[in-house]
Every structure is written in C-alpha cells, then in structure tokens.
C-alpha cells in the first residue's frame, strides 16, 4: 500500500508565497511522474505542473514563471515552490505519484489535498 500526504498549504495574501510538500510511503520500488491539481469550488480538476523522473517539467499556462515544481527522488517527495499568489489560485491542491511497487505493479496514487486560499 502507498500513501501520500501533503503539507504546507494554508492562508496567505496576493503576492506572498508557499510551498507545498507531497511526500509518499510504502512499498514503492520507484516513482515515475509526479503531479499537482487543483480544484476550485465548483471547478473541475485541473493539473498545475508534472515533473517527470528525470526532472522535466509542464506547467499550466496560469502557473508559468509564478510556481515551481521539483522533486527529491531518493526521499519519494515532491514540491510546489508558489509565488506572486492571486486569489484565483485559491483551491485544494492535490498531488499525484505514478508508482512502481515491488511486485512490478504500475499505479496512480493520489494525496487527500491541501487547502491554499489566497486572499485580496
């Protein structure tokens, strides 16, 4: 079994900055892409930015030169380095691990989420 838990997001005024953490455990033999969405109230999920194992990244057009996304291989974890934050950023981040286990098996794994609410 895999679990991932996210940490870091909170409240905080337009234009300041968080950083958010995923970090995962179990029984993984690796971790491939890994991902942050978001969610707003009455929105539908969106993915804010991926980074692949080898460190490639995507990010949202919304997010790019504002987030950074990065990632500590040996530790299974992952961040969302978040700067210059608007309202509009306010959502329940998620993050998502592309997992390998010892048994060979190739899952998806979601954390429960994070609440970032950005005020004005």
């Known amino acids: 079994q895999v679990q991932l838990v996210e940490s870091g997001g909170g409240l905080v005024q337009a234009g300041g900055s968080l950083r958010l953490s995923c970090a995962a455990s179990?029984?993984?033999?690796?971790?491939?892409?890994m991902g942050w969405h978001r969610q707003a109230p009455g929105k539908q999920r969106e993915l804010v930015a991926a980074?692949?194992?080898?460190?490639?990244?995507t990010y949202a057009d919304s997010v790019k030169g504002r987030f950074t996304i990065s990632r500590d291989n040996a530790k299974n974890t992952m961040y969302l380095q978040m700067n210059s934050l608007k309202p509009e950023d306010t959502a329940v981040y998620y993050c998502?691990?592309?997992?390998?286990?010892?048994?060979?098996?190739?899952?998806?794994?979601w954390g429960r989420g994070t609440q970032v609410t950005v005020s004005s």
């Open positions: 980074i692949t194992r080898g460190g490639t990244t």
């Open positions: 998502k691990f592309q997992v390998q286990l010892y048994t060979g098996a190739r899952n998806d794994y």
């Open positions: 179990g029984s993984i033999f690796r971790t491939d892409t």
